[in-house]
């Protein structure tokens, strides 16, 4: 049975920090692509980054502050979120895919995802 189960997040001021962490267990982790979207009240769910093969891709919203990692020895893949802004509020899952993209249809497993709120 594949999981993927998130830890992180929170509430900060604008201007901080904090780090997502989503630790995969059932899957052959070295062999998938990993991605965050997240979603706000009311929109719908958007690519933040993926990482594949190496490769990392990231949303224009948070080129340059978030960062995104994995270490395959722990099967986890981390969101580093520095410089948070309020609209970088909203629940944050991890994904996992044998492919990778921008949108959601490109992955098969998620976490349960998490609540991250920045106030201003």
């Known amino acids: 049975q594949v999981q993927l189960v998130q830890s992180g997040g929170g509430l900060v001021q604008a201007g901080g920090s904090l780090r997502l962490s989503c630790a995969a267990s059932g899957l052959a982790f070295s062999r998938y692509a990993m991605g965050w979207f997240r979603q706000a009240v009311g929109k719908e769910r958007e690519f933040v980054t993926s990482w594949r093969g190496g490769e990392t891709v990231y949303a224009d919203s948070v080129k340059g502050r978030f960062s995104i990692s994995r270490d395959n020895t722990k099967n986890t893949v981390y969101l580093q979120m520095n410089s948070l802004k309020p609209e970088d509020t909203a629940v944050y899952y991890c994904?996992?895919?044998?492919?990778?993209?921008?949108?959601?249809?490109?992955?098969?497993?998620w976490g349960q995802g998490t609540q991250v709120t920045v106030s201003s």
């Open positions: 994904a996992a895919g044998l492919s990778t993209g921008a949108v959601p249809t490109k992955y098969t497993y």
